[in-house]
């Protein structure tokens, strides 16, 4: 699917991340011309929140990826332990969701992810790449211990193997399913929005934030059908913000009545327990 920018909206609310301190990732950063041709090659709303110097650094990842399925580093440390990482793999439906099984396969939490699509500079018979990049943290607080790349390279191993069919997603979901359980007191709020001028289907989901809730929720798009087309993930205050904008598997728009089931579907999957009152967040 070739890559379209988010809506300037999408982004009001971000930080630009090249800002924040750098550290870690010692792997060195692509040439200014090949950072230009893969920035060149990203959707607007990329090159609005990544400084030269950044672009460079995913650009220099992307390529190392070479002939595998799927690739991931980290481009900066976090403090406490936390990293953000870069993915790249092939761009298909299910990617997010499998990347969402890899990490919780290792207990990460997401704070952050940005879901991007890319076409391949000369097609090299890969029409189009993902470039998801996620921030995340330890599942246990206590555990300090730093993200490095020799574990994100063994979180890109999981995920290969789930692109390829050797484990599924649904058996690490399944291991997972007690974690995602909600307390009484958390409304689960799952809504569909009009897109912008593209027309893209969104799917609007807010909860508490807990471990495997971007996998829960992947999970059932995917499931239902629908392929992520663009992603904006972020926790704040407890809470988690997730935005999706959506497409058929074959990239055609989404009826009402699919993006309709689609949120009962997600909102059936976070609601395992009923809020005060009676109340379940959104119907």
């Given at each position: 699917?070739?890559?379209r920018?988010?809506?300037a909206?999408?982004?009001?609310v ?10 870690g ?13 893969f920035?060149?090659?990203m959707?607007a709303?990329?090159r ?10 995913h ?5 190392r990826?070479?002939g595998?399925?799927?690739h991931a ?8 332990g936390?990293?953000a990482?870069?993915?790249?793999a092939?761009?298909?439906?299910g ?11 290792h ?10 699509s ?15 990049l996620?921030w ?28 390829s069919g050797?484990?599924?997603?649904e ?5 997972t ?15 569909c929005?009009?897109?912008e ?17 971007l996998?829960?929720?992947t ?37 009402a009545?699919?993006?309709?089931q689609?949120r009962?579907a997600v909102?059936?999957?976070?609601s ?12």
């Amino acid at each position: 699917m070739p890559p379209r920018p988010f809506g300037a909206d999408s982004f009001a609310v971000m930080p630009r991340w090249a800002e924040f301190e750098w550290g870690g990732a010692a792997a060195a950063d692509a040439p200014e011309e090949s950072a230009e041709t893969f920035s060149s090659s990203m959707p607007a709303g990329y090159r609005v929140l990544f400084d030269p110097r950044t672009i460079r650094r995913h650009a220099a990842i992307c390529g190392r990826r070479g002939g595998r399925p799927a690739h991931a580093e980290v481009w900066r440390t976090l403090a406490e332990g936390g990293a953000a990482l870069c993915f790249v793999a092939g761009d298909r439906p299910g990617l997010l969701s499998a990347i969402a099984a890899a990490l919780v396969s290792h207990k990460l939490d997401v704070i952050t992810a940005l879901a991007f699509s890319r076409t391949m500079p000369g097609g090299g018979g890969r029409t189009s790449e993902a470039v998801d990049l996620v921030w995340v943290r330890r599942a246990n607080a206590d555990d300090k211990e730093a993200i490095d790349d020799e574990e994100a390279a063994s979180i890109a191993q999981v995920l290969c193997a789930l692109l390829s069919g050797t484990i599924s997603v649904e058996e690490i979901a399944s291991r997972t399913s007690a974690t995602t359980a909600r307390s009484a007191a958390d409304v689960v709020v799952v809504r569909c929005e009009a897109g912008e001028a593209d027309g893209l289907a969104v799917l609007v989901v807010e909860a508490s934030d807990r471990p495997g809730m971007l996998l829960a929720i992947t999970l059932e798009i995917f499931q239902a059908g629908a392929q992520i087309a663009r992603s904006l993930v972020r926790t704040s205050g407890g809470r988690a913000f997730n935005h999706f904008e959506l497409v058929e598997f074959n990239g055609s728009p989404l009826s009402a009545e699919r993006c309709e089931q689609i949120r009962s579907a997600v909102f059936a999957a976070l609601s395992f327990k009923t809020a005060p009152d009676g109340q379940t967040g959104s119907p």
